[in-house]
């Protein structure tokens, strides 16, 4: 059974594609469309090559694991970034709202560490985060 997101190897030998790690993000009764995402490695690629090939050689392909950098500290160490390089570019105004900033950045690092490690539904963090994100905009606008 195809699914969106799926990912496959296509070894080197393979006549049909390049090899390399592709996504299923399409499929038919006859075709699946796929989305290069990683090189022979298995390191990510940005190509924006789509292919499409016939089931039954799709059916050939091994499974792979995503080539995306997953987890929750990938995740965090992303989030801290984002917030290092906003702290950067607004220091002024953020520092005239310290506790509105300190809540923006808690709420957003906590959204990032993922429903397993804080013990509260996704949909709750999802709203922190993006209260989070309002509230850092704020400040660096220096706005309430």
């Known amino acids: 059974m195809v699914a969106p997101y799926d990912h496959v190897r296509v070894p080197a030998d393979a006549e049909t594609l390049p090899a ?25 690629v940005h190509t ?4 499409r090939v016939p089931l039954p050689t799709f059916d050939q392909f091994e499974s792979a694991e995503s080539p995306d950098p997953s987890g929750g500290l990938t995740r965090l160490r992303d ?12 220091p002024r105004r953020m520092a005239g709202r310290p506790l509105q900033t300190l809540v923006g950045v808690v709420l957003v690092v906590v959204e990032s560490l993922g429903p397993a490690t804080v013990g509260v539904s996704e949909s709750v963090l999802t ?18």
């Open 20 to 44: 390399g790690v592709y996504r299923v993000v399409g499929s038919d009764a006859d075709r699946v469309t796929l989305l290069a995402v990683g090189d022979e490695t298995g390191a990510r």
């Open 48 to 51: 924006g090559r789509v292919e």
């Open 79 to 90: 989030v801290l970034g984002g917030l290092a390089l906003t702290a950067r570019l607004a």
């Open 127 to 144: 709203v922190a985060g993006v209260f989070g994100i309002l509230a850092l905009t704020g400040a660096a606008l220096d706005m309430p």
